[in-house]
């Protein structure tokens, strides 16, 4: 990480530990997972833990104590794995303690071997504490089994110890939901990144747009893609590419396949990058030949009004149930669908109009209130818009990124082309020879 990024680590850890005092978190990274055989997946860091010290090793846990006085600074200590000579030899270079806290700014920073010891002392403090200075553990049960053992190890050592002093062990808390709260608006330097991992998904699919032809399977598209990812810099996908044909652009999630495309079909991409440990979202629908035919166009332009008028609804204080009922209220009306005929209108429209963007995807972060309110929109808030409708052996989505701003949004993947002329005009370098 560069200083202005450490800065940003150690101002979140300050914010968080200001909205929660007496917390103790215990942020571990995630779990190398077997993808089969001898074969791991592709390590992918924890977005909490990167969010908070920008460390991206696995095996690393954050420990982050905040004090209940306030002004004081939170007390951080990062363990992380110790260098390993043949470890390294196979796997490539660890940080270690000493490079990990030039890393990340944190000067407290010891091998993983000593956690489960300090934690045990840690939480042998919080249960001697008087009852009105009770501390509040927050860590994610149920994420990684092999940690979750080990805490509850430690928890019965000290119940056992503690069982005749009358004071019990600290509660657990879900740290995701707080930590969460901070991640919903992005500060400067996250929408700088943000609009470079944006950036470099509009390339991807400007590529693919240019080159799809009749005959070329879902997967060659989606390998295209990857690779125009990858050229942008790009550390990895943001989730699993979609690429969908004709009728199987119905199966909202369809993983490309060897199936050749068709002249006279429509094909759904849903594609998008990481970057800087920030995701992007985008799905465009084009037509396989030179141009949109019959009600394929037609299906297309009604699915395109109703993002249009989503995003003109994207403002401070309006909410994400209001623009999924005015995206929802297009779609019914452009298929001549009653507004209140809900079953009809959910079979053609079955998902939801937007979700949160950031380090996830699906970003962390409350839809609602605490009285079940949908939250109003912030400036700082990036969600997607992505209205589709599915009928007929034609599947057609169209999402785009926006992030809110105090006179109302800014669309971050306005790049690529959406407009039927916009997308004939790209889609005839496709076809030279007419």
């Known amino acids: 990480?560069?200083?202005?990024?450490?800065?940003?680590?150690?101002?979140?850890?300050?914010?968080?530990a200001e909205r929660h005092p007496g917390w103790t978190f215990l942020l571990p990274a995630a779990p190398v997972t077997r993808r089969n055989a001898s074969v791991d997946h592709a390590y992918r860091a924890d977005s909490d833990v990167g969010y908070l010290c920008g460390f991206d090793e696995p095996d690393a846990t954050l420990l982050l104590r905040c004090p209940r006085e306030a002004g004081r600074a939170p007390q951080a200590t990062l363990f992380v794995r110790p260098r390993d000579a043949r470890h390294e030899l196979w796997l490539g270079p660890i940080a270690g303690p000493e490079r990990a806290a030039a890393l990340t700014?944190?000067?407290?920073?010891?091998?993983?071997?000593?956690?489960?010891?300090?934690?045990?002392?840690?939480?042998?403090?919080?249960?001697?504490?008087?009852?009105?200075?009770?501390?509040?553990?927050?860590?994610?049960?149920?994420l990684d089994a092999r940690r979750d053992l080990e805490l509850l190890a430690t928890l019965e050592t000290l119940r056992a110890r503690r069982q005749r002093s009358g004071r019990g062990l600290p509660p657990i808390v879900?740290?995701?939901?707080?930590?969460?709260?901070?991640?919903?608006?992005?500060?400067?330097?996250?929408i700088a990144r943000i609009r470079r991992a944006a950036a470099a998904s509009a390339a991807a699919h400007h590529a693919a747009m240019r080159t799809t032809r009749p005959g070329d399977s879902e997967l060659v598209v989606a390998a295209r893609l990857?690779?125009?990812?990858?050229?942008?810099?790009?550390?990895?996908?943001a989730y699993l590419t979609i690429v969908a044909g004709?009728?199987?652009?119905?199966?909202?999630?369809?993983?490309?396949?060897?199936?050749?495309?068709?002249?006279?079909?429509l094909v759904l991409v849903d594609a998008a990058c990481e970057l800087d440990g920030y995701a992007s979202d985008i799905t465009r629908t084009w037509p396989v030949g030179p141009r949109f035919e019959g009600a394929a166009r037609e299906h297309y332009e009604i699915v395109l009004a109703?993002?249009?008028?989503?995003i003109d609804a994207v403002r401070p204080g309006t909410t994400l149930d209001a623009v999924h009922d005015?995206?929802?209220?297009?779609?019914?009306?452009?298929?001549?669908?009653?507004?209140?005929?809900?079953?009809?209108?959910?079979?053609?429209?079955?998902?939801?109009?937007?979700?949160?963007?950031?380090?996830?995807?699906?970003?962390?972060?409350?839809?609602?209130?605490?009285?079940?309110?949908?939250?109003?929109?912030?400036?700082?808030?990036?969600?997607?818009?992505?209205?589709?409708?599915y009928r007929d052996g034609i599947g057609v989505r169209i999402e785009d990124m926006v992030l809110v701003t105090d006179g109302g949004c800014e669309v971050l993947t306005a790049s690529v082309p959406k407009a039927v002329t916009e997308i004939e005009a790209l889609r005839r370098e496709a076809f030279p020879d007419g």
């Open 1 to 16: 990480m560069n200083s202005s990024e450490t800065r940003s680590t150690a101002a979140r850890r300050a914010r968080l």
């Open 326 to 389: 005015i995206a929802r209220a297009h779609i019914a009306r452009g298929f001549g669908l009653a507004e209140d005929d809900k079953d009809a209108i959910d079979a053609l429209f079955p998902h939801r109009t937007s979700h949160l963007i950031g380090r996830d995807v699906h970003d962390a972060g409350l839809y609602r209130q605490a009285d079940g309110s949908a939250r109003p929109l912030e400036p700082g808030m990036v969600f997607s818009v992505e209205p589709g409708a």
């Open 306 to 310: 109703a993002q249009r008028a989503a």
């Open 174 to 190: 879900d740290p995701h939901v707080a930590i969460g709260e901070l991640r919903l608006l992005k500060d400067e330097g996250e």
């Open 105 to 142: 700014g944190i000067d407290d920073v010891r091998p993983s071997s000593a956690l489960w010891p300090a934690l045990g002392d840690l939480l042998a403090d919080l249960m001697a504490a008087p009852t009105d200075e009770r501390s509040t553990l927050a860590y994610r049960l149920g």
């Open 246 to 265: 004709g009728e199987r652009a119905q199966c909202l999630h369809a993983s490309p396949t060897a199936r050749p495309l068709a002249a006279g079909e």
């Open 226 to 237: 990857r690779a125009e990812l990858a050229r942008a810099g790009a550390e990895r996908e």
